[in-house]
């Protein structure tokens, strides 16, 4: 059975936080004591952990950060730029998901209560925002990662969703096309309200069809809109997964891209490149995003720097590739 920190305070009769600033080499513990709690380690075979010896510190050297799950296409990209920051500063990363619902937010809470980490990175999952709210006011440096248009009361960094959608509507203008399937994302997300409205700030959709950011409903929704009868020349999906769905949905019916129908995507994942055609798209900057939460936070942490107020955009940029 793996030896504790509180285990070895017990058997050398001091408290864990002296247990820490012994492994810390602190000279304001005397000598006997050190002795003592050393001997104490050496009989039991104890390893410290790194929150064992940021105990006297008063820091962990550690982010936590909470996402939804790791099947995001883009969440990768998010992470490396997370990791690149705090690992140049000497800082880990202690990642928790969702992805067991109840019992996952229940682990992430038992590490709150352990202080586990210095501050948190958020990628929104869903039901948390309340007591992920009541963490930061309780004194918790927190950064959220794409706030999907909800602003709340902590910092965020986001991408200019409203401006990606308008890049693309106008490239779609550009080249002559005006009876465009916009595919969405659920209704109640920020970014999918954001994406629509940056659309209709340029041209007025021909019919719009709510996805699930899948592949699958990509397809499912081409087909509804063939079945319909609907003329259209344009796809705007909002993510790529589903322009991917859309253009098999396409394939399947005989419509030649961009010939027929020019499709575009949202987010720039690695699989753009590789459909075919390949994937016109607004490219998402997830990777400098996570850098920039990263950097947010470890400045607050390290040297003191407010955190703003409001939101810090990372621009999109539009890809032109074959499709449209």
Not at 221 to 246: C, P, Y
Request: proline share 5%.
């Amino acid at each position: 059975m793996r030896v504790t920190i509180a285990e070895v305070a017990r058997r050398a009769r001091v408290s864990k936080t002296t247990v820490s600033r012994v492994l810390n080499n602190k000279s304001d513990v005397d000598a006997a004591t050190a002795i003592r709690v050393r001997e104490v380690i050496a009989a039991t075979g104890y390893i410290p952990s790194a929150g064992a010896v940021g105990l006297a510190k008063g820091r962990t050297n550690t982010v936590g950060m909470l996402v939804p799950g790791l099947t995001w296409p883009w969440m990768g990209d998010v992470l490396q730029g997370v990791a690149d920051v705090l690992e140049a500063k000497g800082y880990g990363l202690l990642l928790n998901t969702v992805n067991r619902g109840a019992d996952s937010m229940t682990q992430f809470a038992r590490h709150v209560s352990a202080k586990a980490f210095d501050g948190l990175l958020l990628v929104e999952p869903p039901d948390t925002l309340s007591y992920i709210q009541s963490l930061h006011e309780s004194g918790l440096p927190v950064v959220m990662i794409d706030d999907r248009g909800h602003h709340p009361g902590f910092p965020s960094v986001a991408t200019s969703n409203r401006a990606g959608a308008a890049s693309a509507a106008q490239h779609l203008a550009s080249i002559g096309r005006d009876r465009v399937v916009m595919i969405t994302g659920p209704a109640e997300f920020g970014c999918t309200v954001e994406r629509v409205q940056g659309f209709r700030d340029v041209m007025a959709e021909k019919t719009l069809v709510e996805g699930d950011f899948t592949p699958e409903s990509g397809l499912a929704a081409i087909r509804e809109v063939l079945r319909s009868g609907v003329e259209f020349d344009a796809v705007f999906a909002q993510n790529d997964m589903m322009a991917v769905g859309a253009l098999d949905g396409l394939r399947e019916a005989g419509r030649s891209v961009p010939e027929d129908v020019a499709v575009i995507g949202f987010d720039d994942i690695a699989l753009a490149t590789h459909a075919v055609p390949a994937l016109t798209t607004v490219r998402q900057p997830s990777r400098e995003m996570g850098e920039a939460a990263a950097t947010m936070l470890l400045d607050n942490l390290l040297d003191n720097t407010p955190l703003p107020a409001e939101p810090h955009v990372v621009p999109t940029s539009l890809v032109i590739r074959d499709s449209a």
